[in-house]
């Protein structure tokens, strides 16, 4: 279960982000072949609406007139697998 800590309202990220944003962005990177010059966003966010995951990661893939593509996996960034991130961008 990822730790987070809620400080005055605001979300305290674990250590180890932006590590694992980087390797979820070359991992996208090599499960897709893209070249360098696609933009690669990961994200995360939370939701307090009912039904919602409480945390989601999103991996948005964006090209030069195309149509961006969308993965969403609910889980914290850390905690987000290949498998995972491989089922929600094939």
Known sequence: MP??????GRRVQRTGY???VQELKLQ??????LSDDVT????ELTCRE???????TVVAILRD?????????HKSIP????????????
């Open 3 to 8: 730790k987070i800590a809620l400080t005055m």
């Open 18 to 20: 932006p590590q694992a």
């Open 28 to 33: 996208t990177q090599k499960l897709l072949g």
């Open 40 to 43: 690669i966003s990961v994200s």
């Open 50 to 56: 009912p039904g919602c995951p409480d945390v989601e």
């Open 65 to 73: 007139e195309e149509k961006p593509i969308i993965a969403r996996i």
């Open 79 to 90: 905690d987000v697998t290949l498998d995972e991130l491989k089922a929600a961008l094939i």
